[in-house]
Antibody
Framework: EVQLVESGGGLVQPGGSLRLSCAAS????????MNWVRQAPGKGLEWVSV????????NYADSVRGRFTISRDNSNNTLYLQMNSLRAEDSAVYYC??????????????WGQGTLLTVSS | IQLTQSPSSLSASVGDSVSITCRAS??????LAWYQQKPGKTPNLLIF???TLQSGVPSRFSGSGSGTDFTLTISSLQPEDFATYYC?????????FGGGTKVEIK
């Protein structure tokens, strides 16, 4: 059974940093691209970032490029999102989501339960 | 690439057939997925490649379209189908979602 468990969310001051983690199990982690998607309270889904299975290719939403860094540790089946220079508008539930195919731009067939980030002073 | 969903919300009755449209700001071939999200739950993949039903998804859901115009149809609405639906384009980065369509009970 595929499981994705996010952690690391919390309350951060504007300008601060935080790292989210997503522990994966139930599939060959290195064989699939992984994504972060966020959802502000009461709002729609916003794609944040993707990393290829091997970790060599990454892409970002314009809203986070230069501030967020996605990475993965295939030996420990863990996905990360390092978030710097946080802003109030980054406040959201952050989901990690597995790509359906090995290609980085693929549909998201499994999602974690999410971790909440609140950026506020 | 911007995705515009319409309507943003709709009210329907059990048994009704409903259609949701997703329009892309430029051509995306068939690189479109549809997701369902129920309140307090995570999104669930319904359709990929514009018209291919994800395993385990009831056959009353169908997708069509290519290029810039896409449609999600629910042929006979069931109580468990009341949710918010999102389209997502996978043609080019940054990947984007539509704004969502909330399907409510009439």
């Amino acid at each position: 059974e595929v499981q994705l468990v996010e952690s690391g969310g919390g309350l951060v001051q504007p300008g601060g940093s935080l790292r989210l983690s997503c522990a994966a199990s139930g599939f060959t982690f290195s064989g699939y691209a992984m994504n972060w998607v966020r959802q502000a309270p009461g709002k729609g889904l916003e794609w944040v970032s993707v990393i290829s299975g091997g970790g060599s290719s990454t892409n970002y939403a314009d809203s986070v490029r230069g501030r967020f860094t996605i990475s993965r540790d295939n030996s420990n089946n863990t996905l990360y999102l390092q978030m710097n220079s946080l802003r109030a508008e980054d406040s959201a539930v952050y989901y990690c989501a597995k790509g359906k195919r090995i290609a980085a731009a693929s549909d998201l067939d499994y999602w974690g339960q999410g971790t909440l980030l609140t950026v506020s002073s | 690439i911007q995705l515009t969903q319409s309507p943003s919300s709709l009210s329907a009755s059990v048994g009704d057939s409903v259609s949701i449209t997703c329009r892309a700001s430029q051509g995306i071939s068939s690189s479109l997925a549809w997701y369902q999200q129920k309140p307090g739950k995570t999104p669930n993949l319904l359709i990929f490649a514009a018209s291919t039903l994800q395993s385990g998804v009831p056959s009353r859901f169908s997708g069509s379209g290519s290029g810039t115009d896409f449609t999600l149809t629910i042929s006979s609405l069931q109580p468990e189908d009341f949710a918010t639906y999102y389209c997502q384009q996978l043609n080019s980065y940054p990947l984007t979602f539509g704004g969502g369509t909330k399907v409510e009970i009439k």
